[in-house]
T-cell receptor, first 114, second 112 residues
Framework: GESVGLHLPTLSVQEGDNSIINCAYSNSASDYFIWYKQESGKGPQFIIDIRSNMDKRQGQRVTVLLNKTVKHLSLQIAATQPGDSAVYFCAEIIVPFGNEKLTFGTGTRLTIIP | GAVVSQHPSRVICKSGTSVKIECRSLDFQATTMFWYRQFPKQSLMLMAT?????????EQGVEKDKFLINHASLTLSTLTVTSAHPEDSSFYICSARDERQYFGPGTRLTVL
């Protein structure tokens, strides 16, 4: 089965509030994680990444937290805007035989309520 | 950031026909491109890894004779769905790797 999964399939947040999207992974050997945003009918868009030797990384309005002890990843979006409505995927990099392969989680649909 | 294009954006074809989808890296060269398939309300599933100048590497359960991949140049990979059937209807997305993977906008395939 998939080694990366999400706790919640849907999330609704009031505009301006902060949102947290969670992701669990099972492969303790994964050393690189990425969050993607996918709008309807489009390809995934890179948001932020984090390596396994880090616990936290911040970008513009987004923060990714990595807890290797419980194999948990989260994406925090601050001051949400209507344009943040999309499906968010976490993905991990598995590197067999020198080829990097992305394994995507199941996705969480985030809806921002005006 | 790097730009990846796909053509066509959507295609409708009859059952039994073949469809070719192109994936281009517009502003960088990519020795490795990837092809994914995404069914409605599901995640992206890797189909194959396309390597320039060599054979593609297919994931388990993906028929290489049905999904032909050609990576003839450093900026172009093509996916041909041969003898398409309605169950092949899906959203096909490619990515090209520079310092990380950049995704194309996807191709919606509908097989009647």
């Amino acid at each position: 089965g998939e080694s990366v999964g999400l706790h919640l399939p849907t999330l609704s947040v009031q505009e301006g509030d902060n949102s947290i999207i969670n992701c669990a992974y099972s492969n303790s050997a994964s050393d690189y994680f990425i969050w993607y945003k996918q709008e309807s009918g489009k390809g995934p868009q890179f948001i932020i990444d984090i390596r396994s030797n880090m616990d936290k990384r911040q970008g513009q309005r987004v923060t990714v937290l990595l807890n290797k002890t419980v194999k948990h990843l989260s994406l925090q979006i601050a001051a949400t805007q209507p344009g943040d409505s999309a499906v968010y995927f976490c993905a991990e990099i598995i590197v067999p035989f020198g080829n990097e392969k992305l394994t995507f989680g199941t996705g969480t649909r985030l809806t921002i309520i005006p | 950031g790097a730009v990846v294009s796909q053509h066509p954006s959507r295609v409708i074809c009859k059952s039994g026909t073949s469809v070719k989808i192109e994936c281009r890296s517009l502003d960088f060269q990519a020795t490795t491109m990837f092809w994914y398939r995404q069914f409605p309300k599901q995640s992206l599933m890797l189909m194959a890894t396309s390597n320039e100048g060599s054979k593609a590497t297919y994931e388990q359960g993906v028929e290489k004779d049905k999904f032909l991949i050609n990576h003839a140049s450093l900026t172009l990979s093509t996916l041909t769905v041969t003898s398409a059937h309605p169950e092949d209807s899906s959203f096909y997305i490619c990515s090209a790797r520079d310092e990380r993977q950049y995704f194309g906008p996807g191709t919606r395939l509908t097989v009647l």
